[in-house]
């Protein structure tokens, strides 16, 4: 054991098992990082690409992370609250109108028009926690006419890109009743898109503009952005998703022509930054030390510890068990674990997966950070073996 209380024997059992992983195809590499008490151990195992070029998997490979992109823009959603420039409990409308005067569907799987007055206007608070109305809706795809008007309009949560700006993508999504009433039920995503709409327009600013001066540059985080200088694409890896009959692994994105390569039309605050273990890990100790990183105060300790405190009431999350797995609820922009029934169930962690092959958790309890950077897609809401086996691995190398 060393000062970070991690066995190095058992640490080496995290590598074991990891590499196995790789060495089976699961995935063509991986980069893993566990911290605590300010030592870090990393593993870079595996190569870039799955078809035998590539190379060797770098330490600093530059990941599309995807929804862990959620935490990071609701963190930094949390400078604005604190300067008065947003309020959690203040109707959005004001700046985004395009969503005011909202109409909700009488039922989810009924048609357009049989809708009726929102409640009440949608908040920040529901852009956050996501029970703004709208979002992913969990049946087969095309099964209700609001599935099918979201396809039309380009609105379902995804990995494609959007084509469009954000003044375009919210009068689609203004054009569409809700689900749900504001405030009623969790629905997966889009409130964390309509948050970065609302970010820019609070500041005046492009989302990517805001969040590199006020959020990355303080945290140090310089690989972190929603596109990718040409010097800095030599370290993105090849992206993949299994296929559905086989389980070979597609090609999905290459760096040589990455759309990461260029700004996008629509910077996602819910899917689109790319990142490093690196800079994940200075996001992850600043939200540790409670808003503290180097010194620098980024967030009060208040801003985090509401940020990371389960919101949700059991009726709120009940359609989205997949999600919650009977031991966890949601924060601002997190999952928030509340009851242990594993080895990495500790109440009060918390921290997301992102659909790109990507997990970042934080378990203050434990003082531990775990990183976990794949270029393999999930196929479901729930995390894959791998992503299990990194939790039980990285806990049961706690030796104090």
């Not at 531990?368 to 791998?386: D, S």
Request: charged share 25%; hydrophobic share 40%.
């Amino acid at each position: 054991m060393n000062a970070s209380g991690l066995s190095t024997a058992r640490l080496g059992r995290l590598r074991e098992v990891l590499t196995g992983h790789v060495a089976r195809g699961e995935v063509p590499g991986l980069v893993a990082l566990v911290a605590r008490r300010g030592e870090a151990y990393v593993e870079a195992i595996g190569t870039t690409e799955a078809e035998g070029g590539g190379g060797p998997m770098r330490g600093d490979a530059i990941f599309r992370i995807a929804s862990v992109s959620k935490p990071v823009t609701a963190a930094a959603a949390m400078i604005l609250v604190e300067e008065c420039r947003l309020r959690l409990d203040d109707p959005v409308d004001e700046l985004l109108p395009e969503l005011a005067d909202r109409e909700v569907l009488r039922r989810p799987d009924g048609p357009l028009d049989d809708a009726v007055p929102a409640h009440r206007p949608i908040t920040l608070r529901d852009l956050l926690t996501f029970r703004m109305g709208f979002g992913a809706v969990l049946a087969p795809p095309g099964t209700y006419p609001i599935q099918r008007a979201m396809d039309e309009a380009g609105l379902t949560p995804g990995p494609e890109a959007v084509p469009v700006g954000p003044d375009e993508w919210l009068a689609r999504l203004g054009d569409l009743p809700l689900v749900h009433q504001p405030g009623e039920k969790w629905m997966y995503h889009t409130g964390s898109d309509v948050l970065g709409v609302l970010m820019a327009r609070a500041t005046g600013r492009p989302l990517a503009e805001f969040l590199k001066e006020r959020f990355f540059e303080p945290l140090g985080m310089a690989d972190t952005a929603f596109h990718l200088p040409a010097g800095k694409l030599d370290r993105l890896p090849a992206a993949y998703r299994p296929d559905p009959g086989t389980g070979r692994l597609v090609r999905i994105d290459d760096p040589s022509r990455t759309r990461w390569a260029r700004p996008p039309a629509f910077p996602s605050a819910g899917g689109g930054l790319v990142s490093t273990a690196d800079d994940l890990l200075a996001f992850c100790t600043m939200l540790l030390n409670k808003g503290r990183y180097g010194g620098e105060r980024i967030l009060s300790r208040p801003a985090v510890e509401v940020m990371t405190t389960d919101q949700l009431t059991e009726e709120q999350k009940a359609e989205n068990a997949v999600f919650f797995g009977g031991n966890s609820g949601w924060g601002f922009g997190v999952n928030v674990v509340t009851r242990r029934d594993e080895l990495a169930a500790v109440p009060g962690r918390f921290g997301w997966n992102g659909g790109s092959g990507t997990s970042a958790y934080i378990d203050p309890a434990e003082g531990l950070i775990g990183i976990l950077l794949t270029q393999r897609a999930l196929t479901a809401p729930t995390p894959p073996v791998l992503f299990r086996d990194f939790w039980t691995c990285a806990y049961q190398a706690i030796d104090d």
